[in-house]
């Protein structure tokens, strides 16, 4: 079994919170997060794919074609966006980092499943000092 990565970026704005709760109940759970005026972060995309090398071309998968089905199913979609309005796969869903990575793993599953691969894991980097990692 051979592990790997590809890094993707992307920019995007979120506020967290919760309709059915008070502008005091959002503060008080998801502090400044909750800004009525959204807030935004840099993101770092990983996403890693694992299987077996194939012995004619000596790729698990060919990295181009990795780097365009995330652009076109993920980074094309979310950069520059408002992931609370803009963002279809992530409609009536809070705006967490967790939540984002468990979307972005609903993505592009099927899609690496089709080359033979299995998706590992999807980890976000929201600043540099905060991370999440999804492994399905």
């Given amino acids: 079994m051979i592990y790997i990565t590809r890094k993707a970026s992307f920019n995007a704005a979120h ?11 959002n503060e008080a759970v998801y502090g400044k997060c909750a800004n009525p005026n959204w807030h935004g ?9 694992k299987g077996e090398v194939n012995p004619e071309t000596g790729f698990l998968v060919d990295l ?6 995330i652009n076109v199913s993920v980074v094309d979609k979310i950069d520059h966006k408002n ?10 869903k809070l705006a967490s980092t ?7 793993w609903e993505q592009l599953y099927s899609l690496i499943a089709e080359s033979g691969a299995q998706l590992h894991s ?10 999440v990692e999804y492994l399905g």
């Fill in 15 to 25: 506020k967290l919170s919760r309709p059915d709760w008070t502008a005091e109940e």
């Fill in 41 to 49: 972060h840099n993101y770092q995309l990983y996403v890693t794919v």
């Fill in 64 to 69: 181009k074609w990795l780097k365009d089905i």
């Fill in 83 to 92: 992931l609370n309005l803009d963002v279809d796969f992530m409609k009536d």
């Fill in 98 to 104: 967790e939540n984002l990575a468990i979307a972005i």
């Fill in 122 to 131: 999807i980890k976000i980097y929201e600043t540099e000092n905060n991370f």
